[in-house]
Nanobody
Framework: QVQLVESGGGLVQPGGSLRLSCAASGSIFSRYVMGWYRQAPGKQRELVATITSVVRTTVYAGFVQGRFTISRDNAKNTVYLQMNSLQPEDTAVYYC???????????WGQGTQVTVSS
């Protein structure tokens, strides 16, 4: 099994920044994709960004608009999400995700709250 632990959420003022971290542990085999999703109250969970395990191919949601950067440290099995110019509409619970590329097995973290408010 794979376990994901998120950290770095909190309360920030509009225009502020946060850096989220997700550490993966357990039986990770083959190539995989890690990423971030978010869910606001009353809304569906949506993709924020993903990054592949080897070549670091990235995918971003349109609402990011250059404000967020996803990266990874393979030695630590950790993925990061640097969030700049945060806006109130970014307020949500952010979830880490890992998906194996052989088969469809995926794992989720427990989520970390991000609140953007003045």
């Amino acid at each position: 099994q794979v376990q994901l632990v998120e950290s770095g959420g909190g309360l920030v003022q509009p225009g502020g920044s946060l850096r989220l971290s997700c550490a993966a542990s357990g039986s990770i085999f083959s190539r995989y994709v890690m990423g971030w999703y978010r869910q606001a109250p009353g809304k569906q969970r949506e993709l924020v960004a993903t990054i592949t395990s080897v070549v670091r191919t990235t995918v971003y949601a349109g609402f990011v608009q250059g404000r967020f950067t996803i990266s990874r440290d393979n030695a630590k099995n950790t993925v990061y999400l640097q969030m700049n110019s945060l806006q109130p509409e970014d307020t949500a619970v952010y979830y880490c995700n890992l998906k194996m590329l052989i088969g469809t097995t995926e794992y989720w973290g427990q989520g970390t709250q991000v609140t953007v408010s003045s």
